[in-house]
């Protein structure tokens, strides 16, 4: 229940507005968000890299409906491909050596609509699946799109760096993966997506992948989906992602194991440990602020662990989804509201 209601919150404009602007919301982001500007993002992954984790950088945005809004989010990313590629570990490797990007395609311009009389985009489209799969509806400017998240793949590939394409709603399915099957068979093969384990096409689309050998990263999922697509219960979600997990480690490239929840990591490293799957072949994947005793125990055990390492200041809808996956963060909020407003003073400097 309070999931369902996190989730329609960070959906919502007006809570936006009214959260953005209140006391103390941005000690609040700092739990999840590196920081606003690019700078505190490559000092977050400079730290996270010097730590022994890799990182993959996120600039937060999403939904955008203005080509020079998308064009913007485009620049930026561009910036940050050649800051790591531009700067230094204490060793003198670069820090591209171990650290991408990870890019939300609706901050491309994925929802922009078409002009009209605008032809489907040719070349191959992602296999559908037998169930789980929502009819596309309306015509999107996807050579905006194509050109937008072009120059972005260009500069990475001259610069060495691999590109993840984060996985939004259902809405969003099985657009972004026509979008980037299309782009593998430019020849863009430095790229991964982003599969959920509550969608009911997850399997199908493991398989897929694993046939064209395109790296995935597997999250349970963060959005609210209907039963039409997606399994509504916890351990239904867990039981596929173990079956997903495992299916992508036996036959996939270097799948990214994303979860903090201890029993997924542990069936991993089992189903590693059978099958003799060496731990170079994997790697494991948390977000920036959650769970870092986890990370640093699998760093310990000698498990590669990347670090999804958000910045930017459209903080809000990314915020919101880390509140729904755990309702107690939420006493963040309160104990942060408290300390910056007057009455902090009464409940004293923690807020307590
Ligand atoms: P859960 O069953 O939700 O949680 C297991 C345990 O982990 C909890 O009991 C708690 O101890 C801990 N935990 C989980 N979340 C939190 C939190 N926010 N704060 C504190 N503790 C927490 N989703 C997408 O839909 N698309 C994406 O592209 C995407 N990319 C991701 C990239 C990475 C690297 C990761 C780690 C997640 C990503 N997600 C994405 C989010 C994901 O889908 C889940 O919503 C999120 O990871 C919570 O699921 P869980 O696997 O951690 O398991």
Redesign the pocket.
Same mark, same amino acid.
């Given at each position: 229940m309070l999931r369902e209601i996190f989730i329609a919150l960070s959906e919502s404009a007006t809570m936006r507005r009214i959260s953005m602007s209140a006391p103390g919301s941005k000690t609040v982001s700092r739990r999840f968000v590196a920081g606003e500007k690019l700078e505190e993002g490559i000092a977050a992954v400079r730290r996270q890299v010097e730590a022994g984790y890799f990182a993959t950088m996120d600039y937060l945005g999403e939904s955008v409906t203005s080509r020079d809004e998308a064009r913007a989010a485009a620049d930026m990313y561009i910036r940050m491909l050649e800051q790591l590629a531009g700067q230094t570990l204490p060793g003198g490797e670069p820090l591209k050596t171990r650290a991408n990007v990870s890019i939300k395609l609706t901050q491309m311009g994925q929802d922009i609509p078409a002009p009209p009389n605008t032809p489907p985009p040719a070349g191959p489209t992602w296999p559908q699946p037998e169930r789980g799969m929502i009819p596309v509806e309306g015509r999107f400017d996807d050579v905006f799109l194509r050109d937008n998240v072009g120059r972005i793949l260009d500069r990475a590939r001259e610069l060495g760096i691999f590109v993840r394409f984060? /996985? +939004?709603s259902r809405f969003h399915t099985q657009r972004t993966l026509d979008f980037i099957r299309r782009l593998w068979a430019e020849g863009y093969h430095d790229i991964g997506i982003?599969l &959920?384990s509550y969608l009911l096409r997850t399997e199908h689309d493991a398989r897929v992948a694993n046939s064209l050998g395109m790296r995935v990263?597997l999250? @349970?999922?963060? =959005?609210q989906e209907p039963p039409e697509v997606a399994i509504q219960d @916890?351990p239904g979600v867990d039981r596929n992602y173990v079956k997903v997990a495992t299916l992508l480690m036996a036959e996939g490239n270097y799948p990214?194991i994303?979860?903090?929840?201890s029993t /997924?990591i542990r069936a991993a490293i089992e189903f590693a440990r059978t099958q003799q799957i060496d731990r170079s072949r994997f790697e494991f &994947? /948390?977000?920036y602020g959650?769970?870092r005793d986890l990370q640093q125990q699998l760093l310990k055990e000698g498990y590669n662990v990347?670090v =999804?390492t958000p910045f930017g200041d459209a903080w809000y809808p990314y915020f919101m989804?880390?509140m729904a +996956?755990?309702p107690g963060?939420a006493m963040f909020i309160v104990n942060a509201v408290l300390r910056e407003s007057p009455l902090g003073g009464i409940f004293g400097r923690n807020g307590r």
């Open positions: 984060d /996985m +939004e982003v &959920q990263r999250c @349970k999922g963060a =959005y @916890k990214g994303a979860t903090h929840d /997924m &994947q /948390m977000l959650v769970r990347r =999804y989804r880390r +996956e755990r963060n």
